[in-house]
């Protein structure tokens, strides 16, 4: 055996024996990137973001939600599921309150859903009915990225925008502390999700797709 193939199988043992939480931090975390910076999300960041192209988001990202936590309700008794499931993270009502507030009563009709958030909206009933399991990918991409890139967002969002709390309630957890003890509780879960190496693969390869489709999604919008 050579010393590279010898290194990269250490590497590969490396990985296995790391817990599911570690194996997505790790795995994911080019990919976030991307996402953060792809799109709308990079016009966002730049503050080149008005009223209309964020309520296109928000009524993107509410088809996204929507079959999550529908899902997340339908399994919440599912051994995976159970340990991350919080209420207090459900975005689905803050995303209504805020489209309702910004746009008006109208923002179902209004608003296109684009390919992407449909195609992931199908994934997410797909694995509702298969392989409930996996949703804790979903989970993981969405509701950790809220609960911390989330609050960069929301800032940004605020002055550029002139809003307060109507119209930011997406993005609101309560305090400081309050944010910190969600995302404590939801890395405590993770940890007890009862998974062998194979089902860590398999959810780590699962949240890798959802942040493709995470970028796919966020071009499309700024197209």
């Known amino acids: 055996m050579t010393q590279s193939s010898s290194s990269e199988g250490d590497g590969q043992s490396d990985a296995a024996r790391l817990g599911l939480r570690a194996r997505l931090k790790l795995d994911t975390r080019d990919l ?4 953060q910076h792809s799109g709308i999300m990079r016009a966002l960041l730049l503050g080149r973001i008005g009223r209309a192209s964020y309520c296109t988001l928000l ?5 996204i939600y929507a079959g999550l936590e529908t899902a997340l309700e339908a399994h919440h008794a599912h051994p995976s599921l159970e340990p991350i499931l919080f209420r207090a993270l459900f975005r689905l009502g803050h995303i209504e309150s805020d ?9 179902t009709q ?10 992931y909206r199908e ?3 797909q694995l509702s009915s298969s392989n409930p399991g996996l949703l804790v990918a979903h989970a993981y991409v969405r509701y950790l990225s809220d609960l911390t890139d989330g609050q960069i967002v929301y800032q940004l969002i605020a002055e550029r925008l002139g809003l307060s709390d109507p119209g930011l309630r997406f993005y ?21 999700i009862p998974a062998d190496a194979g089902t860590v693969d398999a959810i780590v390869g699962e949240a890798q797709q959802a942040l493709r489709r995470h970028v796919e999604l966020y071009e499309q919008l700024a197209r």
């Open 172 to 192: 609101q957890f309560g305090s400081t502390e309050d944010i910190d003890l969600l995302v404590a509780q939801f890395r405590a879960g993770l940890d007890a």
């Open 99 to 107: 489209l309702g507030y910004l746009h008006g009563s109208g923002w």
């Open 123 to 125: 994934r997410l009933d």
């Open 110 to 119: 209004d608003i296109a859903i684009k390919p992407a958030a449909a195609a």
């Open 32 to 35: 976030h990137r991307q996402a």
């Open 59 to 63: 009524r993107n990202l509410h088809a």
